[in-house]
Structure formats: structure tokens, C-alpha cells
Nanobody, 122 residues
Framework: QVQLVESGGGLVQAGGSLRLSCAAS????????MGWFRQAPGKEREYVAA????????FYADSVKGRFTISRDNAKNTVLLQMNSLKPEDTAVYYC???????????????WGQGTQVTVSS
């Protein structure tokens, strides 16, 4: 049974930082592209960042480029999202997801975590 468990969300002031963590189990972690997505109230879920199986390549949505950093530790089955210079518009539930393809598209991710709330106050 595949499980993805996010942690690290919370309330932070604008300009602050948070680090999200996703612990994976029940899958061969190094065989999966890992992604972070987010969903704000009343909006569709959107792509934030993704990292390839080996961790060599990372990809970012334009809205977070230069502020967020995705990384992974295949020995620990963990993927991280370091979020700096946070803005109120980053407020959302953040989800970790896994896909066996190299994809940035939400519909190609078959495994999802339960999400962690990030709230950025102005």
C-alpha cells in the first residue's frame, strides 16, 4: 500500500519560510518522479514543483521559481519543498504526489498524500 505523508505546514508571516516534507512508503521511491501541488480555496489544484527520479533535474511553476526549492533523499524515501519569501498568495493546501512518468501534469500523478495546510499572513 502506497502512502505519502506530508508534514511541515503551518502559519507564517509574509516573507518567512517553511519546509515541507513528504515521507513515502510502499513504493520503490527511486523509480518515481515526485511532485508538489497546491490548492487554494475556491481554486483548482495546481502544479508547484517536480523532481526527477535521480534528483538531478527539478522543475518549477513560474509563480514559485527562485523562491521554492524541491529536493529528495532516495535513501530516506523523502522529498522536501523549501519555501522562502512566502507571499499571501502561496496560501493553500500543499500535496505531495508520485508518478512513474516524467510529467508535470497533475492527471499523470497516481499517488497522492493527504495534504498539509500552509497559511501566509500579510
Amino acid at each position: 500500500q502506497v502512502q505519502l505523508v506530508e508534514s511541515g505546514g503551518g502559519l507564517v508571516q509574509a516573507g518567512g519560510s517553511l519546509r515541507l516534507s513528504c515521507a513515502a512508503s510502499g513504493l520503490t521511491f527511486g523509480s518515481y518522479t515526485m511532485g508538489w501541488f497546491r490548492q487554494a480555496p475556491g481554486k483548482e489544484r495546481e502544479y508547484v514543483a517536480a523532481i526527477t527520479r535521480s534528483g538531478v533535474s527539478a522543475f518549477y511553476a513560474d509563480s514559485v521559481k527562485g523562491r521554492f526549492t524541491i529536493s529528495r533523499d532516495n535513501a530516506k524515501n523523502t522529498v522536501l519543498l523549501q519555501m522562502n519569501s512566502l507571499k499571501p498568495e502561496d496560501t493553500a493546501v500543499y500535496y505531495c504526489a508520485a508518478t512513474q512518468s516524467l510529467s508535470l501534469r497533475l492527471e499523470n500523478y497516481g499517488y497522492w498524500g493527504q495534504g498539509t495546510q500552509v497559511t501566509v499572513s500579510s
